[in-house]
């Protein structure tokens, strides 16, 4: 079993960026996929990132893509996701996720960091 802390949201102005973290401990996430995800007001949990431990391939949402960059440090166990170009609409509770599946069905995850982006 993982255990995910997320760290790094906090409150920005439109067009500004933040380092999201993903930290694990008891289990090292080199090989896990790991993913991340978000919630907005009102709205379902979305995909956001993901990077595949088997093959190190990244997917984005179309809604970041270009603006969010999701990347891993294997001697600090963690996995970021870089937040640049920030629009009011990513405000959200960000969430990462892990699993051994081949699959995108996340066994694992964090309690979320909240990002709030200010017009």
């Known amino acids: 079993q993982v255990q995910l802390v997320e760290s790094g949201g906090g409150l920005v102005q439109a067009g500004g960026s933040l380092r999201l973290s993903c930290a694990a401990s008891?289990?090292?996430?080199?090989?896990?996929?790991v993913g991340w995800f978000r919630q907005g007001p009102g709205k379902e949990r979305e995909f956001v990132a993901v990077?595949?431990?088997?093959?190190?391939?990244?997917a984005y949402a179309d809604a970041v893509k270009g603006r969010f960059t999701i990347s891993r440090d294997n001697a600090k166990n963690t996995v970021y996701l870089q937040v640049n170009s920030l629009k009011p609409e990513d405000t959200a509770v960000y969430y990462c996720?892990?699993?051994?599946?081949?699959?995108?069905?996340?066994?694992?995850w964090g309690q979320g960091t909240q990002v709030t982006v200010s017009a």
């Open positions: 990077r595949r431990w088997s093959t190190a391939s990244t």
């Open positions: 996720a892990a699993t051994t599946r081949a699959t995108m069905s996340f066994d694992y």
């Open positions: 008891q289990r090292t996430l080199s090989r896990y996929t």
